[in-house]
């Protein structure tokens, strides 16, 4: 692999290359063991002195090559590929936070990121302070607390869209001295690029436009390798790890610290280790990210112009859209595209959102974005339906808010579909 090759060359032909005779694609390998000719091999897989792979749990050959291949597209040091993009969030905070710590996250995050960090961890004695992105720096600050481990955020935050303010996030990131954790799941290594704006580490959801087909629920970290974990903040980094005799991950591997910690320690302990054939078809996925979320960000903003104008609709938010207040950010951060997944307010509200969710012949109603299909959800009567309407709104959440995941098929279909839904939503 060239290091300089450029993202739609690295989808290609980045983590795995066959030596002569062997498949010319990468193998999936449905094994959960490996053999070994002697005890000594498996004692120095045990000391982590060498790389190879020791239980399916830990690491496999499938799952290795779609992990060098999305560190290679994010350009990080090393990957860990989990079996859902909650894991990866999940492991990303617990590899570096214990109970007694503290993280700051974005309240603009995906629901069940949220619920995560306000119900569960903490009940694992890890607290969560939920902050306005667009608070100002100083404020920003305000929430941080000595036992503060990390920030967290969404690079298109849900359901707002809001495009995070990276120089902000980076400069906070650096001055408290905690790593900045982007969940990069709507930008794409292609649309966005955390590390090159101050990320250390990015998690995805691959489910949505990295398998991109709606076929396999998965996720993966990336490690950017750029985080200086020796400033006395991270023990669990630098002392002795007592499951492995004592090793010091820092000392050992260096930048890749972090991620091979995830991998030996919370992946040997918690399990939450993806399929082979997921990651096949994750793999597969990345080798067309680039051209799918094109198509995906042409399409939306096509379409997000056509709702501006159309006399049934109140309001459109798509970052892509110049009326949209991130727009200057998705200009600075997103320059490629602005992702796939918009949403507008249709008139006649709750009534007519259920219509139109239900009118559609093309767009399918399906709880899920980033599919090579287009789907629609209308939150109200669905995802949000047990919060109260005062709850729904603090949310974001309004009566009349329809998502749609703009997907990949002729501009013209989909606007024709939605045409005629939002005709059938005043009927
Ligand atoms: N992050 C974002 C931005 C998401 O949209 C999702 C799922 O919708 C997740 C994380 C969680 O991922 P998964 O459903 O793969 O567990």
New binding site residues.
């Given amino acids: 692999m060239d290091t300089k090759w450029k993202l739609e060359t690295l989808a290609i032909q980045a983590g795995y290359s066959p030596k002569s005779t062997e498949p010319r694609i990468v193998p999936i390998v449905q094994s959960t063991t490996y053999k070994y000719d002697s005890a000594e091999h498996v004692a120095k897989l045990f000391d982590l002195d060498l790389p190879d792979h020791m239980y399916t749990r830990i690491s496999n050959p499938t799952t290795s090559a779609f992990e060098a291949k999305i560190a290679a597209m994010e350009g990080g040091v090393g990957a860990l590929a989990t079996s859902?993009?909650?894991?990866?969030?999940t492991l990303s905070i617990l590899n570096i936070c214990r109970s007694g710590q503290h993280i700051v996250a974005a309240s603009t995050?995906?629901g069940?990121?949220y619920s995560l960090f306000a119900n569960t961890l903490p009940k694992m004695g890890i607290e969560v302070s939920f902050v306005d992105p667009e608070a100002s720096l100083a404020d920003l600050k305000r929430h941080f607390r000595p036992e503060t481990r990390a920030i967290f955020a969404?690079t298109i935050g849900?359901p707002g869209l809001n495009v995070l303010d990276f120089d902000k996030f980076a400069a906070l990131a650096r001055e408290m001295e905690v790593p900045l954790i982007i969940?990069n799941?709507?930008g794409t290594p292609y649309l966005c690029r955390p590390f090159e704006l101050g990320a250390h580490i990015v998690?995805?959801?691959?489910?949505?436009y990295i398998d991109g087909h709606a076929t396999s629920?998965?996720?993966v970290i990336v490690d950017g390798g750029n985080f200086d974990w020796n400033t006395g903040k991270y023990p669990e980094m630098t002392e002795p790890d007592p499951s492995y005799h004592g090793l010091r991950y820092v000392e050992k591997f260096g930048n890749l610290a972090y991620i091979i910690k995830a991998r030996v320690q919370l992946m040997r302990d918690l399990g939450t280790t993806p399929a082979p054939m997921n990651s096949f078809l994750n793999n597969l996925g990345l080798e067309t990210v680039a051209l799918r979320m094109e198509r995906h960000s042409a399409n939306a903003l096509e379409l997000a112009h056509y709702l501006e104008k159309h006399p049934l609709v109140s309001w459109v938010k798509y970052p892509g859209l110049s009326s949209h207040p991130s727009y200057p950010r998705t200009q600075k951060y997103l320059p490629k595209g602005a992702s796939g997944v918009m949403t507008f307010g249709i008139k006649g509200g709750k009534e007519a959102g259920i219509k139109f969710m239900e009118s559609t012949k093309l767009i399918a109603l399906v709880v899920?974005?980033?599919d090579a299909r287009s789907c629609v959800l209308h939150p109200a009567s669905t995802t949000h339906r047990q919060l109260t309407p005062e709850q729904q709104v603090a949310s974001g959440v309004t009566p009349d808010l329809i998502r749609l995941s703009v997907g990949i098929e002729h501009i013209d279909d989909i606007i024709a579909d939605v045409e005629q839904a939002l005709q059938a939503s005043q009927k």
């Fill in positions: 859902a993009g909650q894991a990866a969030s995050l995906y069940g990121t969404e849900n969940d799941t709507f998690i995805h959801s691959t489910t949505k629920v998965g996720g899920h974005v980033g």
